[in-house]
């Protein structure tokens, strides 16, 4: 039995058969541009999108699904921004029973037809980019330029990478096969087989709200490519660019001849737990989740009917040696510390230095000039607001300004935090980044997570001690992003054999416009499943092939 191109298919073939090369050659390559220019997307499409996102504001979303009648508002800028959106709520069992009822014809459409499907969805949310750019922006506080790269074209591209990875999965193996075994004097055996790619059954994805859609996309559009029916839920405060997502999801469906409650938004009345109600339901067989460490533990350790692939927390690591190049070190640094005000599951928290100072380029440098030069690089990054909001973006959550104020009671500090008024949206809530200054056996606040604009130059005895301080603290603790600066091959080597011992990512010697905070689809991991921080990784065969499963069934020829 042969699968028919689905239309769909046919339409984007050449798009995901250049996905399928580009995660196996690992180079650069991206299916949509990250650059928001008129001259890429043309004259009107900022307007177009701004209008599009101003027009959902204080109405309800519109949004045809299963559901109770009632809606819900739970979303507050960190722009400062009223925004005012109601959706549509529904029950556990609603979701759960309309998206279980869409599955069999999905199942049966074949790997082609959802594959095709699938792309159109992307393609649709491209053409919706400015749009999902500023529910992004205006719901988990980036600045607008990283919401339209992060949210908007990288996270297109994340979901197209899990596409391509569950395809090449599915079609691994041949979807129908002849058997002939010989059987003495008589006629040989012959057996006719067939191979049925199966989901598993509804797929939930738990949103966060840093990072709504490049976290999400990929488990959305892995589990949906795989036959299985998703349910999202978003963060209460970050559910736009989501509820966008979904209503371009269920267009692309009908349209597709598909049962739209394939993909359902699952919108959260304050105090309902929704999300943990949906995860332990007996019908969910798949759980993604990205947020706190203390919630994807529970996550694995109780939706125990269901395959759960979380991305929680971690301590990463910098380990300073040397440098040829110091003001290009603290300069790549400073950026890393700055962008996003530190609200990034990647970047670094523990810069470890030999409290004698390293070697570099401008000759010894103390350890309190190597602080003091990071320090310098995120002073110089956010002296003046009008530049420095558009790298800081916004605080989301009243934690990371919990955290700022408990901070301030924690070692010396090298950089206080500052607040800063956005000279655009003056209720937007802006901090800049502070940077604190630890003793090695300062380990009890050094070795937990600080999330947000917090950082420690931690001094060590020596670069050997703070290889043994990242091996003992990523592998309890866990770790997304590591990095090292030396100017020697032996401490280069020596950091890499520690990170593969601890599973975690290493960028070496970052002095330039890579930062160790940023990952690329198609050929950057991230994540590796390898340590506490995740328990899968974006993207790899594991994250998708057990979406589904194989079932055959023989016949005599």
Known sequence: MT????????????????????ITERGYWSAYPESPSPRVYGETAAADGRAAFEAYLHG???????GDGGTVATEASPFGLE????????????????ATAALPAWRDAGPQARAGVCLEILD?????IFELANAVQFTSGQAFVMAFQAGGAHALDRA????AYAYAEMTRHPGT???????????????????HVVPRGVALVIGCNTFPTWNSYPGLFASLVTGNPVVVKPHPRAVLPLAITVRYAREVLAEAGFDPNLVLLAAEAPGETLASTLALHPSVRIVDFTGSTEYGDWLEANARQAAVYTEKAGLNTVVVDSTDDFAGMCRNLGFTLTLYSGQMCTTSQNILIPSGGIETDQGHKS????????AAAVGKLTADPARGVELTGAIVNDGVLERLDEITKVGEPVLESRTVEHPAFPGAVVRTPTIVKLAADDNATYSREWF?????????????HSLEILRSTVGEKGALTAAVYSTDEAVLDAAEATAIEVGVHLSCNLTGGVFVNQSAAFSDFHGSGANPAANSALTDGAYVANRFRVVQSRRHA
């Open 3 to 22: 699968e028919t191109p689905h239309p769909l298919y046919d339409r984007h073939a050449e798009t995901l058969n250049r996905a399928l090369t580009a």
């Open 60 to 66: 309800d979303f519109p949004l045809d699904q299963p």
């Open 83 to 98: 925004l005012g959106v109601r959706y549509p709520h529904a029950a556990a069992d609603q979701l759960v029973g309309a």
């Open 124 to 128: 649709r949310l491209h053409k919706h």
């Open 160 to 163: 197209l990478e899990a596409v």
């Open 177 to 195: 096969a002849g058997w002939e075994k010989a059987a003495g004097k008589g006629d040989p055996l012959r057996m006719t087989k067939t191979f």
């Open 367 to 374: 350890f309190d000039e190597v602080a003091g030069g990071i």
């Open 452 to 464: 947000g604009p917090i950082s420690f130059a931690i001094a060590t005895d020596s670069t050997a």
